[in-house]
């Protein structure tokens, strides 16, 4: 039995947020949910930018973020070339403190044993951290969960709780 190995490129990416007082965006979002058949959260994603698009207010600090290989028009986002989207709360108190809510990539990427794009969700992670100070999350306690998580720098705390810290102030890290 051989060993094989794969190379990827890195390749030119924009995250941007989700304008969903934008009607194309939510179009956008709505039709990955269409593509995305095998993923988990994009339906609750697709349900939060249409309250966000409807004036529901308890959606107010709700934001939504993509990963995409678009290189321009980015006001026009396309749907075809969205890698991943992440779905953020930001607590009103909190300018630089936010719950992660959900975060998705196209199941194409992840499931593919050939898949021609890798790290999509922790390049997410790290366009998150770049922009804000500290990152909360609950999560699902399965070993890959956990461990993706760990692997971008976040600390489960207390231990075993499925509670996620992820923070630049060097105390919360030493929790570690």
Known sequence: MG???RKY???KVNFVEIDTANAGDVVAIRNIAKYWRNSLYVDCICDTAMQKY???DYFKPYKLYAMTLQK???EKLDDKKILGIVEIIKPHES???INLHHIEVNPEYIYSQNSKYKGIG???IKSLQDMYYQINLISRRTKSV????KKNNFTEYPPESGIFIWSKDIFLNFIN
Request: hydrophobic share 25%; proline share 0%.
């Open 3 to 5: 060993t094989f190995s």
């Open 9 to 11: 490129c890195d390749k």
């Open 54 to 56: 409807n004036g529901n």
């Open 72 to 74: 321009d028009e980015l």
């Open 95 to 97: 300018k630089s403190s």
């Open 122 to 124: 922790t390049a997410m």
């Open 146 to 149: 956990k461990n993706f998580y």
